[in-house]
């Protein structure tokens, strides 16, 4: 049980950690909310386009012949990537100055069953990347999204504290009771703490995810430095290749290794992802939650043969799980709109605690104000 020392003590918690965070959180609720639908947000503005409904398919697509027609729109640039889309009928190849260059220089979008090209999508510009940028890193990059994960982390100790304090301060009212005959800052409480009890799965839900997310860069360079780094191993030192196999061999090598599963991309040698002897091709399962998930085989470049292949590591696994539902893609459409309505009610409960807490400026400290009126109910029960 409770004492009134460890009530006060989890109330200073609860403020303070919700105040640091607060202006933070706001930013990552508002730029989140148009995120929640950044593919159809993409069509919208016409960054992106949607495959055409009726096409008459192609046995099958040549890859190697969109990445020849990618080469061919940058010749000075190299490709880095090519990635199935998970929702719409497409592949992505993309370009960047060097193979290991961090960004991308072009993103090109072709149809998957036609092989023709639809458009080029922006980069590093356009409404859609604004958005992006500003709630992964502020344009801060690293250090800023390592910020913004420390700042989810008190979000989550606030909400926890919030939970902890909610069951005695609300205990001698019925759940849900907004007290509308008393002053405004006693209903913007009651409405405060109703919203706030009521979306706790899905800010919990958000919140844990989201610091996992911003871990992404520091976890997928730690698994590159060791896990594809032994992977690699047996090559280190060789002479580069003559010449490459087409990417399609690599794919379908991948695709005989791994029959139950689908192709998700394919990182081209000298990448990151793989060194000059190799292409990677990532492998994804097919049902909903298998898809998330991802398993890397190496193909030599010059026998599209798999040299090696290994699952991803248990911290890249809850990775690649917490992303999707960060943003409520497991569910498409009737998610994303619940996703969209549980954030406008965490922006409710985010600016009713920044009016609470202003409002207090002008009378007694707050935070003491509900701990009296919590000791006092106590010792009359």
């Known amino acids: 049980m409770l004492t009134a020392d460890s009530i006060r003590r989890w109330c ?10 607060t202006l933070f959180l706001l930013m990552l609720c508002l730029t989140g909310l148009p995120l929640i639908f950044r593919d159809e947000l993409s069509i919208w503005l016409g960054d992106a386009v949607e495959p055409p409904e009726h096409v008459t398919p192609r046995a099958a697509v040549d890859l190697d012949a969109l990445v020849k027609d990618a080469q061919a729109r940058r010749p000075h640039d190299a490709v880095k990537f090519l990635i199935r889309d998970d929702d719409y009928p497409m592949w992505f190849v993309s370009l960047g100055e060097t193979p290991t260059a961090p960004e991308n220089s072009a993103l090109y979008m072709y149809d ?5 090209f639809l458009k080029e999508f922006p980069v590093d510009h356009g409404l859609v990347h604004v958005l992006l940028t500003l709630h992964v890193d502020m344009f801060a990059g690293l250090p800023g999204t390592l910020f913004l994960g420390f700042m989810g982390l008190l979000f989550v100790i606030s909400v926890v504290s919030g939970i902890v304090v909610y069951g005695p ?19 913007w409480l009651d409405l405060h703490n109703l919203l706030g009890i009521a979306t706790v799965v899905w800010v919990l839900v958000v919140g844990v995810t989201g610091v996992i997310n911003t871990l992404d860069r520091p976890l997928l360079g730690y698994w590159q430095m060791t896990e594809v780094t032994d992977m690699l191993q047996p090559w280190k030192g060789k002479p580069k290749p003559a010449a490459l196999r087409p990417v399609d061999d690599a794919v379908r090598a991948a695709e005989a290794a ?13 990448t990151p992802f793989a060194g000059p ?13 298998t898809g998330r998930l991802l398993k890397p085989l190496l193909i030599d470049v010059e026998t599209a043969q798999v040299s090696a292949a290994k699952d991803m590591p248990w911290y890249l696994t809850a990775l690649l799980l917490s992303q999707p539902l960060h943003f409520g893609d497991y569910g498409e459409m009737p998610l994303k709109i619940l996703w969209a309505l549980f954030d406008l009610l965490a922006i409710v409960v985010l600016l009713s605690g920044l009016y609470l807490w202003w409002k207090k400026r002008d009378m007694a400290e707050f935070d003491l104000v509900q701990q009296e009126q919590l000791l006092a109910d106590g010792s009359a029960s």
């Open 12 to 21: 200073w918690i609860h403020k303070w950690t919700s105040l640091v965070c």
């Open 112 to 116: 998957s069953r036609t092989g023709d």
């Open 169 to 187: 301060f609300m205990r001698k009212l019925p759940f849900g009771a907004v007290r509308r005959d008393r002053s405004p800052r006693l209903r």
């Open 258 to 270: 791994e029959p139950d599963m689908a192709v998700r991309f394919v990182a081209f040698p000298a």
């Open 277 to 289: 002897h190799h292409y990677m091709v990532f492998m994804r399962g097919q049902t909903p939650l």
